[in-house]
């Protein structure tokens, strides 16, 4: 099995197109399904970053606006990128009350450099979709001295384990390549390896990490719905394994309770 963090950062490895719509077809999903961030550590990620409500933020792959929104609750004027169409007027539409938001669909790669015009960098969930080389110098590079950068994570939210090792043999069935449970431990040490690649970047320093465990409950349909926008299969393949899937959790219960770490790093720049 591969190691969790060598197959999210795998992603960077794709080429540009594929990364601009790979999200395409599950867009509105995504804004719907996936969790969000936990407001004590988007209050944490503001103080520890300094961020007063003059402060400009640059965020690299906005989404829909997922994180967005919470930020722009603050004031802060705010760039944002976003390559993926429709994830770009998703996140238009969202925030479409906060004048100080600028949403740019681009890719960080083409976004034309802004040197030295940013009090911070953010990125929820989006940094490693950045080839290593550009995401750490690029970021800095548009940040003022002594910004910060700002990485928001939500991991993968997954099912208590007694569940987990019922529906394990639907996923060995259909999809055995997804069979894969990370647990609090395995997400931790995820999230130790990504706070290592801000320090070893050279860029940054003084990082701060600051994580929770969040507990989210879905209906089995919104959970098969969450399930869609973490990984692609073949209309076929999908089919069998949600049917499947369905079939074991409808013997548990009506919903299925996820556990996942969510955390925030904050690193000062290293001017």
Partial sequence: MQDPRQEINARASMDLEQRRTWYSPVADVYYNARASYPKELIDRAVALAQLDSDASILEVGCGPGNATVAFAQFGFSMTCIEPNQDFYHLAQHNCDRYPKVTICNTSFEEWKLEAKQFNAVLSANAFH???????????AAAMCDNGFLILLWNLTPEPKYEVYQAIEEVYQAYAPSFARYEGAEVQAEILRG????????GCFKELVVEQTACEVTYSID????????????????????FAGLREKLEKIGDSVQLEFLSAVHVARKDS
């Fill in 222 to 241: 919104n959970y098969l719905k969450l399930l869609s926008t973490f990984r692609r299969l073949e209309p076929q393949t999908k089919e069998l394994l």
């Fill in 129 to 139: 979709w950045i080839p290593p080389e550009i995401r750490y110098t690029k970021a």
């Fill in 194 to 201: 990504f706070g290592q690649e801000v320090l070893d970047s």
